[in-house]
């Protein structure tokens, strides 16, 4: 799921409905995730300020074994940014640092 970042999440959600036809699925006040109303495979989050990362990453991926995808990530050699870590909104999370300089976040749900 892409993740923009925003500076004004409130402004940039009623945008992106008004736009997109999409709706809220989740919002924390920091972060707002937007889906179709038909079809929550489809997804785009709005990101003022990542509350425990120190950047805002540029895409979210969901696994299974977020173990496995951690050791995946060293095995190729690539930064860790962050974590891994419990967060208190429910998933357990590290970012990578791409070869061109993504930040990524990598989580599974508790």
């Known amino acids: 799921m892409p ?4 500076s004004d999440l409130d402004s940039a959600v009623e945008t992106h409905i ?4 999409m709706e809220v699925i989740m919002n924390h006040g920091w972060i707002a995730t937007l ?10 989050s709005l990101i003022t300020k ?6 805002n990453p540029v895409a979210s991926i969901e696994v299974a074994d977020l173990d496995a995808a951690l050791a995946g990530a060293r095995a190729a050699g690539l930064e ?6 419990d967060e208190e909104w429910g998933v357990r999370r590290f ?4 070869h061109d300089g993504n ?5 599974a749900h508790l």
Do not use: C, E, K, M
């Open 3 to 6: 993740l923009l970042t925003v």
């Open 18 to 21: 008004r736009v997109t036809g």
């Open 35 to 44: 889906a179709p109303p038909t079809d929550h495979s489809v997804q785009v």
């Open 50 to 55: 990542d509350p425990t990362g120190p950047v």
């Open 80 to 85: 860790i940014v962050y974590g891994p870590a």
């Open 95 to 98: 970012f990578y640092r791409d």
């Open 103 to 107: 930040v990524v976040n990598v989580l």
